[in-house]
């Protein structure tokens, strides 16, 4: 930290006061109103900013001339300069040490991080050219053309003080007008390079250890780059604990706030203080800050705080400085003055497109498109601003000889700030609008346009829905539909072609297919990056894997024609490969005793005896303990004085323990003989023994031969081969290394793991969006081809993890489904505590009870040993849980084991049952499916493409074809050793006909439900399809038609009907419906044209007449499903279930669909099971509601 200043410029000479603003301060300083001045310049500067909207330029220019009268009229006037007497005292290190933290951690905060790594030696090559060029170029012009008394050291360092370019306002103009965050980030990883460059000079010179005179010394250099080096070191464990702290779960909003703003200013001081670069330091902390290290939301609060400190920060630096160059004498301030403001003007200018053409090359080699456009815009990119004005007092401070006016440092450099701001900043954005790198690209527009079309047709949609409402007949849709129409048109600088209209140029100038697939490719990164950012916020992706994944994703963004494989995000991440060799490594050398049988040695007592010594554990630590005693003499022989005072007894002691290996060795071999040297352990210790020996007969001949000079020097060298005696000990340390290995593998099989389901999720996000993406059919389908591959292959990939690591997966997926539950229960407490019905203080303390449950997870174990086969059964959906149905196919079930590449099952043979999979990985392969219908009906949607999807534990193959008795559609091959729980069809329908219709029923809704949410999940998304709820709620049920059947539809009370099977045909219309597909709301009634026809119906919300009552019901019914109090199959609770007659379970099941009038007669405990829609009902039967509570 470097020395602080007696004032704001350092005077050396002498006791006399220090002249400030022109007059000796000789007068006791009182309590002045320099706060009001503080707060008065912040108020100035908002009202500024409120009135001169984006012209930050403008407010600066006022302020400082503001100051500059404030400044005036301190020379002038003893009252003002009392006011401003604080300023004038504080050392301008200070002032350095207060502003230019926190502005430089809202820089980095905002650059990505992956973005700068692709290009990181290319950006630190272009800042450092820049430092040099500006350090020379800046230098010389000073020397030729300044006509002031400067010396060679404060020419110097005045030059790289305005080659300082500003992190923030060096890129403001570019992010206004559209330009691709990567390019910002170039330029700005460039400035900060500069400024935490620049930052380390002006500290050697602040800790008096080097002059210009002195520069030359190599240890300085060296110092130079262990300061950088320590600062990053420094930066990063900082970072690490910001986001300890930001991401506790029991921290508030403004507990983050003020902690991460004071972590930064900590950081600074700390790192400062250990004459390392603050700077660099924090740098470092916002480069490894991303949204994920934040809360969600917490993000946008953090980064507002910092732009408001940011912006006060900017007024006061502005400020005080006009205020110390008006206090500075009016006589310096000559033509020549003027003049030499323009020359630097120039040659800043002149500097930086030097810089340009030398780096060109550089950035050429990068993957972002470098071309001459860019070199223009960036020419102008060399904006000065705060971080040059900070340092600007210095250079008089820090000068071997003092200037009579200090104020011109600062006066050249704070209007070359302001003139490059205002110029450069104009020049950046015409030259990007002019030479069209701002536009948008003709698919980036029809993408636009497409992406407006949607929006409108919702705001159609939802305008066609409120027309129903009741409440607003009276409404005036004409101008809702006029006041709600969306036009947005494009600006006309950002058009590639503004003289034809949009239609017009899409029809001209439409784009090719590859064109349209990269930019398709771009807005398939975009959401996927969304979709894992959203997954870690909802807890589904840890933060390790989330980060991982979005890096990836950045990674290969920038590669032309690259759609991310989860191969690609493998080899991103290295996973486990060295951990795995180190592992084989320790296998290779872990230490197995190979002990012989005792009764080989009959009665032979002696044998017996040493039998029994050698493979007990005391023998074993007694060589080890050996081992450890020798550490000792071996030193003394390796420490030159201490070996030639204690010859003879170093002799002695190696004769001792020489002895003791020998002893060792000759015990083992006596008990194993030939087998001794089948250990690789033992052969080495004979090893070392040889050695010894050797050791010992070359002393011995040496004491024969003193004067053999070679016999010494072989004496020597076997002597210090001695150290090889305790490699052995590191077979004790061998058992707990591959402990520590096997978690590590274990933690990286786990993270890889969850990156594959986070990946696989992001596919499935995607592909709901592929028409908003484009609008073109083709380019859809090839999107949708692209993503289902993709898909495919991670899905691949989580079976083989699985069987590699099947504790690892269960842990991971119990860990999950914990988090799933509390997550519900934090949901649940957050609408009890919005509708009042638990208080404030209530609900704080129940959501640090949730809270705490989800902290506790972070020490959830790893591994979770793998159940038994027959508790996979509890897995089976549609037996829920039951211990009559579990009990009745544990019984029955039996266990089925196949090897790497057994065939399960092939296509078109009769199923011979179903095969529950508990461990290994099995591949389906069918033609396209045929749901049940004719192959003469769908020939036009037949296709050559062969389906491929993995099963992996838990999931089941064979069902539908045991439903139905029909050949199966697709061939079953194991892809890893498998073992299943095979069920077979006999003991299938056996459990039919004992539990019927029930359990048929819910093999066919389970089906359904599946079949819906895998073709319509995108139609679904707002639908609660789960397997329990709509049992337990009859919310969704499925409906069977045979050939000739007929089927009303009632659309107000069904939202949906899903044909998931067979084929019907409208009866009015006679078009026909193939399954799958949604049939139309136009359809009234159909009428089944296959053997067997399903249809999933999932039943609209009806409206309750008592709202009130409605709310607590929906709410009670949503904490008795996951709270896990009630426990219900078809209609009936647990306690109360029994199994029925075919007739009265026929009798059940139509009073449940028909609704609440004859369910009333089997008891109020069916109530519990009602629905909103089935409450109303029961009001309209005449039962009040407190009668239904």
């Not at 012009?141 to 992190?167: A, E, R």
């Not at 047709?457 to 129903?468: D, G, M, S, V």
Request: aromatic share 12%.
């Amino acid at each position: 930290m470097a020395k602080a200043n007696v004032s704001f410029w350092v005077h050396k000479e002498g006791n006399q006061p220090d002249l400030l603003c022109g007059r000796s301060a000789d007068y006791m300083p009182t309590k002045g109103h320099f706060p009001i001045l503080v707060c008065s310049t912040v108020v100035l500067g908002g009202l500024l900013r409120a009135f001169l909207k984006n012209s930050e330029v403008i407010v600066l220019t006022i302020l400082s001339l503001v100051g500059f009268l404030i400044g005036q009229l301190a020379y002038n006037f003893v009252e003002m300069h009392k006011v401003i007497y604080p300023l004038l005292r504080t050392p301008s290190f200070s002032l350095y040490c207060y502003f230019s933290p926190l502005i430089i951690f809202m820089a980095a905060l905002d650059v990505d991080f992956y973005v700068l790594k692709n290009v990181f030696w290319q950006v630190v090559l272009t800042g450092l050219i820049s430092f040099s060029t500006a350090f020379i170029v800046i230098g010389y012009v000073v020397l030729k053309f300044n006509k002031d008394s400067w010396d060679l050291q404060s020419c110097l360092l005045f030059s790289m003080t305005l080659g300082i370019t500003d992190p923030v306002h060096s890129v403001n103009s570019l992010k206004t007008i559209g330009i691709s965050k990567m390019y910002t980030d170039i330029i700005r990883g460039e400035s900060m390079i500069i400024c935490g460059f620049t930052s380390i000079v002006f500290g050697v010179f602040r800790s008096n250890i080097l002059s210009i005179s002195n520069f030359r010394e190599f240890h300085i250099i060296l110092g130079l780059s262990l300061d950088i080096l320590g600062s990053i070191i420094c930066g990063y464990w900082c970072a690490r604990i910001i986001q300890f702290i930001l991401t506790d779960l029991f921290s508030n909003t403004l507990t983050d706030t003020v902690l991460c703003i004071s972590m930064v200013y900590l950081t600074f001081y700390i790192v400062e203080f250990l004459g390392m670069s603050g700077i660099i330091a924090l740098v470092t902390v916002g480069l490894n800050l991303d949204s994920l290290s934040f809360k969600p939301r917490m993000e946008l609060t953090i980064t507002k705080f910092l732009i408001m400190f940011s912006c006060v920060y900017q007024h006061l630096i502005y400020t005080f400085f006009g205020i110390v160059i008006g206090c500075g004498e009016i006589k310096y301030f000559q033509f020549h003055t003027s003049v030499f403001m323009f020359i630097l003007f120039a040659t800043v200018n002149f500097v930086r497109l030097l810089t340009v053409v030398l780096v060109s090359p550089i950035l050429r080699h990068s993957n972002y498109k470098y071309n001459w456009r860019w070199g223009i815009v960036i020419a102008w990119s060399g904006i000065k601003g705060v971080f040059s004005l900070l340092l600007a007092p210095d250079i008089h401070n820090l000068a071997e000889q003092k200037v009579e006016s200090p104020q011109l440092f600062i006066l050249y450099i704070q209007v070359i700030s302001l003139m490059t701001m205002g110029i450069n900043s104009y020049m950046m954005t015409y030259s990007a609008r002019t030479l069209g790198l701002c536009a948008i690209s003709l698919p980036r527009q029809m993408a636009m346009q497409n992406a407006i079309k949607h929006i409108q047709e919702i705001i159609q949609n939802r305008i066609t829905l409120f027309k129903t409402e009741k409440v607003l007949t009276n409404v005036n849709w004409t101008l809702v539909e006029e006041k709600t129409k969306i036009e947005y048109i494009i600006p006309s600088d950002t058009v590639q072609f503004p003289h034809v209209s949009c239609d017009k140029k899409v029809k001209e100038e439409s784009p090719t297919d590859e064109v349209l697939i990269e930019e398709a490719r771009l807005h398939v990164a975009i959401i996927q990056m969304s979709s894992f950012e959203k997954q870690c916020n909802d807890g589904v992706l840890s933060v390790e894997a989330a980060r991982t994944l979005i890096g990836a994703t950045k990674s290969y963004c920038h590669i032309q024609g690259k759609f991310m494989s989860i191969y690609d995000v493998s080899t991103y991440v290295r996973a486990r490969s060295w951990l795995m060799k180190f592992k084989n490594i320790l296998t290779f050398l872990e230490y197995h005793k190979d002990k012989a049988p005792l009764f080989l040695y009959g009665n032979n007592k002696f044998l017996s005896f040493i039998y029994r010594i050698v493979f007990s554990e005391e023998f074993e630590y007694a060589g080890h303990i050996i081992r450890i005693m020798y550490i000792y003499p071996m030193i003394m022989h390796l420490w030159p004085m201490a070996r030639e005072l204690n010859v003879s007894a170093l002799i002695l002691v190696n004769y001792y323990f020489v002895f003791l290996y020998l002893l060792e060795s000759a015990l083992k071999i006596t008990i194993l003989k030939s087998r001794y040297f089948h250990q690789r352990w033992n052969t080495l210790e004979f090893f070392i023994v040889l050695i010894g020996i050797i050791d010992i007969f070359c002393i011995y001949f040496v004491r024969l031969r003193p004067d053999h000079l070679v016999l010494i020097q072989f004496t020597v060298i076997i002597g210090y081969f001695r150290i090889i005696r305790f490699i052995p000990l590191i077979k004790v340390l061998i058992p707990l290394l591959m402990n520590i290995v096997d978690v590590q593998i274990k933690k990286r099989l786990s993270l890889m793991y969850s990156i594959t389901k986070g990946y696989v999720k992001s596919q499935e996000d995607t592909k709901f969006l592929i028409k908003q993406i484009s609008s073109q059919e083709s380019i859809n389908q090839k999107l949708y081809e692209i993503l289902e591959t993709n898909k495919r292959d991670a899905v691949k990939e989580l079976g083989l993890i699985e069987h590699e690591g099947r504790d690892v997966v269960i842990a991971l997926k119990t860990k999950q489904a914990i988090r799933n539950v509390i997550a519900k229960a934090l949901e649940s407490l957050t609408f009890l505590w919005s509708r009042g019905i638990i208080d404030k203080h209530e609900g704080i303390e129940m959501n640090k009870v949730l809270l705490a449950k989800i902290k506790s997870l972070n020490n959830f174990p790893t591994a979770i040993p793998p159940p038994t086969p027959d508790k996979y059964l509890h897995n089976i959906i549609w037996l829920e849980n039951k211990d009559v149905l579990i009990e009745f196919f544990k019984e029955r079930a039996k266990l089925a084991y196949f090897d790497y590449g057994d065939v399960i099952c092939k296509e078109g043979e009769m199923p011979q049952g179903i095969y529950l999979i508990i461990s290994g990985m099995a591949i389906l392969q069918s033609s396209p499916p045929t749901f049940g219908i004719d192959r003469s009906l769908s020939a036009d949607r037949e296709s050559m493409t062969r389906f491929t999807e993995y099963c992996t534990s838990g999931d089941i193959i064979g069902e539908l074809s045991c439903l139905l008795k029909r050949e199966i559609e697709y061939t079953a091959i194991c892809e890893t050793i498998l073992q299943a729980c095979f069920i077979s069809l006999e003991d299938l329908y056996e459990g039919f006909d004992a539990f019927w219709p029930s359990l048929e029923y819910k093999i066919w809704l389970k089906l359904a439900l599946s079949i819906a949410y895998q073709y319509f999940e995108s139609s679904l998304v707002d639908e609660d399809l789960k397997f329990q709820k709509c049992v337990a709620l009859n919310h969704a049920y499925v409906e069977t038609l045979s050939s000739y059947n007929e089927m009303t539809i009632d659309n107000v009370n069904m939202k949906f009907v899903i044909l998931v099977y067979g084929s019907v045909i409208d009866t009015k219309t006679e078009v026909p419906y193939l399954a799958p597909c949604i049939l139309p709301k136009t359809c009234e009634q159909v009428q089944g044209t296959s053997d067997l026809s399903k249809l999933l119906v999932i039943q609209a919300p009806a409206p309750a007449k008592n709202n009130n009552n409605a709310k607590v019901m929906v709410f009670l019914f949503h904490a008795f499903i996951w709270i896990g109090s009630v426990n219900t199959g078809l209609g009936m609770t647990k306690r109360d279930y029994h199994w029925k007659s075919k007739n009265e379970k026929v009798e059940a099941r139509l009073s449940e669909t028909q609704g609440l009038k004859k369910a009333n007669s089997q008891g109020k405990t069916a109530v519990r099971n009602l629905t909103v829609r089935e409450v109303t009902k029961c009001e309209d039967s005449g039962i009040s509601s407190e009668e239904v509570c």
